[in-house]
């Protein structure tokens, strides 16, 4: 007698869904084949709303890479590159209604599971331990493991409150408040520290998108002139300098690998 069980499993890169066969009924199988993974390029990801595009950060130029990104009714937002398997990953959603989504290099994506947050998540990154960290302005943040084999992927390890000296745009390091200043949060001691005041840059110094690099400087672009700006780390000084003009944005937020060739 045939088993009724269903199973899956890995052939190649591809993954199979075997459905055995129940009385009468024939047994199938399906294969899916997987999403196209980034390359590390230099370039920056911006999501706008549900628009993906790639983004030159030296000549500002932006191209589309598709639109509608989701389900194409709830927007992305706290967006960060992992470069433990290549794929972009944000939060699609606000409060109770927030889920994980993963996002390949053609823009296509899918919905993993729920943020378990009640927060409307706006800034996010996902570091060399490939540890998603999105955070509500920096004063709610969640921790999911994103890294690949293991066995808690794509679950919340933890997550709590922060008291930051200024509201946080966009996780990889910049903040609004008249002036911009740089921030670093201790994923110890969840905790902000204050590094510089850059003061007034440009625009609103809303700084929506900001691309990481390891390099010791941070790319952002401003929302509402679309400028994008080279950032020192503290140990490279305190001045800023402008790189480019790209595409203004609200609703936004930027990836980069941080590993590819510096810029």
């Given at each position: 007698?045939?088993?009724?069980s ?15 066969p129940?009385?009468?009924?024939p ?11 980034l ?31 989701g389900?194409?009714?709830?927007g992305?937002?706290?967006?960060g590159?992992n ?68 066995a808690?992927?794509?679950?919340t ?19 609004a ?11 110890n001691?969840k905790?902000w520290?204050?590094?510089t ?6 625009g ?17 672009s ?8 080279k ?28 590993k590819?060739a510096?810029v």
């Amino acid at each position: 007698m045939s088993s009724t069980s269903l199973g899956t499993g890995k052939i190649g890169s591809a993954t199979t869904t075997t459905v055995p066969p129940s009385g009468t009924a024939p047994g199938t199988v399906i294969v899916q084949t997987p999403l196209p993974t980034l390359d590390c390029d230099p370039s920056g990801y911006l999501i706008q709303n549900v628009s993906l595009y790639r983004v030159n950060i030296t000549t500002g130029a932006s191209t589309l890479i598709k639109s509608p990104v989701g389900d194409g009714v709830r927007g992305i937002n706290a967006m960060g590159y992992n470069v433990g398997d290549n794929f972009l990953y944000g939060a699609i959603g606000q409060g109770a209604s927030t889920n994980l989504i993963r996002i390949a290099a053609t823009g296509d994506s899918t919905i993993l599971g729920s943020l378990n947050v009640t927060v409307s998540l706006n800034a996010g990154d996902v570091d060399e331990n490939n540890q998603y960290w999105a955070t509500a302005s920096g004063k709610q943040w969640v921790q999911v493991d994103l890294k690949p084999g293991s066995a808690t992927f794509g679950r919340t390890l933890a997550n709590g409150t922060a008291s930051p000296q200024y509201s946080q745009i966009d996780w990889a390091g910049l903040t609004a408040s008249l002036n911009t200043y740089l921030q670093r949060f201790d994923r110890n001691t969840k905790t902000w520290t204050l590094f510089t005041d850059f003061g007034n840059i440009a625009g609103k110094n809303t700084w929506g998108a900001v691309y990481a690099s390891d390099d010791g400087f941070l790319y952002g672009s401003e929302n509402n002139s679309g400028e994008i700006w080279k950032f020192p780390l503290p140990a490279n000084g305190t001045t800023a300098v402008k790189i480019s003009n790209g595409p203004a944005a609200s609703s936004n937020d930027g990836a980069r690998c941080i590993k590819a060739a510096n810029v």
